[in-house]
């Protein structure tokens, strides 16, 4: 059996920038696939660098470059295919200001530049070229070059007023022409931009076809893509469209290599009138052909006499039941031309006619629309998708306005229109793209019961977020059962360990409260005796063993109220919390022990409060201040340092930090930090850490903490700000835990 032949991997450079040139982008790739026999994978470069760089390691079998990379390239490529615009295999760079802010080549100084990207030919170096040709230097010249990456954004700048100047492909220096280009980019906009100055031409942009692909397919290659630019029956110039261009053709020297003209057998369309007599006059086709036959000098012939029957017969029809039920109408057809089966399309148009005048004859559009059919069905398996998609899918703009929502998100979400920007999803959609970090994973939100992960992802034009919202409840209840059962073998290993720490001063305790009780016993025989001289001496000793009985009943009452805080549910009621104001009394409580030990630095950056229990956050504080102090010798008091900061995420996440420049932690301590009773310190009871972890945890933030010995280690504690849409307590177990 054959194996399948792999796809070609098509790279585009970065400046498809609006949603449906990556729609017709997708359709070039398809069309490509069917003419070649292979399949096509159309991908986007993220930057003109990767574009380079990828063609140059030989990870791609075609290229869309920039006229510069289509030099570099050419001498080591199997073939270039140069875009065709307007008949033209070159372009100039326009110039661009906004119309009410006239400019000049003469008064550039000082501005500001908008360009796309540093290896845009048009967008950054035919300008560059030509102002040092003129004896302008570009970092002399303006105030400001900022990159945008598309000629899109590079536009709005100037229109924002953010920049001055910025410039554009064109291939004909011609007013009239740029703004037919402007207006395809910002719409009406257009007329607020005027271009002033236009760049010398270079050779356009193109398709790098690159030694990966072997010679027989490259030609094959070739021969599909020119042939789009001079068909005249495959209806494929609209796949064209995404690279603003009317086609591609070989250009070698100044000479453009056009492709073998076809036997022509079918044409775009034949368009005739038909009069009461059913006689057709001003027959007309491209090619002067139609269905193989000749249509030239037809004047006067029946529909049967122009055409075969399998075109003729339904044409004749449509012909008929226009003129009987006075409305145009349209039918499709399809018969054999050239040997292969082909789908046309056919309009018949009545013209009105006066009072008592003869019915004017009626007009008839036959055009064969077979590629444009393949094309209309992918369109509607793309459409499809979110359509069909169960899952809510969502496009907002940057502001958080509704521009699509698929059904299931209007039959999930109902209020999702009338509350608009305040509803929760898009809330949670926002603060997502705020993030603008995929490592972090999706937000989660709780809506009517039901738990939501929600991510925002933008899109190319950098305008739009397309949002997903998937339903994890039952993962999420999942999740807590098996975090109870975890729990439950956790709290199974953390009795055994509870009963050997708590052993030793239970042991303790009972021999001095033993002691204690035997030599009273004997004091009370002493007293009823009525010797005297050892009571001093005998009260002493029994002081002194009570004393240490109430130690080991001290570091009883500490274990358990630690094991307590370990396992008990998070505080229902929370409050917003000032976190600098809970660092600074947590600082007061560890002054004494600092001052012998480390001098104390602080960089409170503006932070928003959270949602905590007060008392539990500064719980956590204190636990992380004190290990950090205890970390740190008093020998090396004159070089240790405390650091304690806050700042604020770009996603409005609160960072905490504590530091310290103690011993630092081997790995495999590291690793057990935050395990109940695990310890270095004879004097702890292992339990600290474990407990501000799971006070953290239960306010949905993260404890973490890095070390290295002989440098010392950093505490982080990250909270959500208070006011975040997301929902991050868990639905709770049908059986909790008792606390």
């Not at 302008?136 to 100047?165: C, H, I, K, N, W």
């Not at 369309?269 to 086709?285: I, P």
């Not at 729990?487 to 033993?514: K, Y």
Request: glycine content about 6%.
């Amino acid at each position: 059996m054959a194996l399948p032949s792999p796809p070609i991997r098509f790279l585009t450079y970065p400046l498809l920038g609006v949603v449906k040139e990556h729609v017709r982008a997708e359709f070039f790739a398809r069309v490509l696939s069917q003419r070649v026999g292979r399949p096509v994978i159309m991908e986007q470069a993220r930057t003109y660098e990767s574009v380079e760089h990828e063609v140059a390691s030989g990870r791609v079998d075609m290229a869309l470059a920039t006229a510069e990379q289509c030099n570099l390239f050419e001498s080591q490529s199997r073939a270039v295919l140069r875009a065709v615009r307007a008949g033209r295999c070159y372009y100039h760079s326009a110039f661009i200001c906004r119309a009410e802010e006239p400019l000049s080549l003469n008064t550039l100084h000082g501005r500001r530049a908008a360009w796309v990207a540093p290896l845009s030919t048009a967008g950054y170096l035919l300008p560059k070229r030509y102002l040092e040709a003129l004896g302008l230097s570009p970092s002399e010249l303006f105030a400001e070059q900022r990159f945008y990456g598309t000629y899109r954004q590079a536009l709005l700048a100037v229109l924002s007023g953010e920049a001055d100047v910025t410039a554009h492909f064109t291939t004909h220096k011609e007013e009239y022409m740029v703004r037919a280009l402007l207006a395809e980019r910002v719409g009406p906009d257009e007329r607020r931009l005027r271009p002033f100055a236009f760049s010398e031409p270079t050779l356009a942009d193109g398709i790098i076809i690159t030694h990966r692909m072997p010679p027989p397919e490259a030609a094959a290659v070739v021969k599909a893509i020119t042939a789009m630019s001079y068909d005249e029956d495959g209806g494929l110039k609209p796949v064209l469209a995404p690279f603003d261009i009317q086609g591609f053709a070989l250009v070698q020297g100044a000479a453009v290599q056009a492709p073998a003209p076809r036997a022509a057998v079918n044409s775009d369309y034949l368009t005739l009138d038909v009069d009461t007599q059913e006689r057709c006059q001003h027959v007309w086709s491209s090619t002067g052909t139609i269905f193989g036959r000749d249509v030239r000098n037809s004047q006067g012939l029946s529909l049967r006499e122009l055409l075969p029957p399998e075109a003729s017969i339904p044409l004749e029809s449509l012909v008929r039941s226009a003129r009987v039920n006075n409305v145009s109408g349209r039918i499709h057809f399809r018969m054999e031309a050239g040997g292969q089966p082909r789908l046309f399309a056919a309009e018949a148009t009545l013209r009105p006619s006066g009072p008592g005048e003869e019915p004017p004859p009626l007009g008839l559009l036959v055009r064969d629309i077979t590629e444009l059919d393949t094309l209309e069905q992918e369109l509607y398996r793309l459409a499809s998708f979110p359509l069909l998609h169960p899952d809510p899918m969502l496009e907002l703009r940057r502001d958080g306005q509704l521009r699509y929502a698929n059904p299931p998100a209007h039959s999930r979400f109902p209020d999702l229109l009338e509350l608009g920007t305040q509803h929760p999803l898009v809330k949670a959609a926002m603060m997502h793209a705020r993030r603008n970090s995929p490592s972090d994973g999706p937000e989660l939100v709780q809506l009517a019961g039901r738990f939501w992960e929600v991510v925002a992802t933008p899109l190319q034009d950098n305008e739009s977020l397309r949002v997903f919202a998937k339903d994890v409840t039952a993962r999420k209840h999942m999740e807590v059962s098996l975090m109870h059962a975890d729990r439950m073998a956790s709290l199974g290993t953390l009795a055994s360990r509870v009963g050997h720490e708590m052993n030793n001063p239970l042991a303790f305790l009972m021999a001095n409260l033993s002691f204690a009780r035997e030599e009273i016993g004997q004091l009370q025989e002493a007293l009823r005796g009525g010797r005297e001289g050892v009571q001093a001496v005998a009260v002493d000793e029994v002081i002194d063993a009570l004393s240490e009985a109430l130690e080991g009943a001290d570091r009883l009452k500490v274990i358990v109220q630690d094991l307590r805080q370990l396992t008990r549910e998070a505080p229902s009621h929370r409050a917003r919390v000032d976190v600098v104001n809970v660092l600074e009394d947590s600082l007061k409580l560890i002054r004494n022990e600092l001052r012998h030990r480390a001098r104390l630095e602080k960089d409170f950056q503006p932070i928003p409060p959270v949602e905590a229990d007060e008392a539990g956050l500064g719980h956590v504080f204190l636990n992380l201040l004190l290990n950090a102090v205890q970390a740190m010798s008093e020998q090396d008091a004159a070089r240790n340092v405390l650091r304690v900061s806050t700042r604020v995420t770009s996603a409005g996440e609160v960072i905490i930090e504590v530091q310290d420049t103690g011993a630092g932690m081997a790995p495999e301590v590291l690793s057990r930090l935050f395990e109940p009773f695990f310890t270095t310190r004879a004097s702890s009871t292992g339990l600290g850490l474990s407990v501000s972890h799971a006070i953290v945890t239960s306010l949905g933030g993260t404890l973490r903490a890095e070390s290295h010995p002989g440098v010392g280690t950093l505490f982080t504690v990250v909270l959500p700000a208070a006011g975040s849409p997301v929902t991050t307590n868990p639905p709770q177990p049908e059986h909790g835990l008792a606390s």
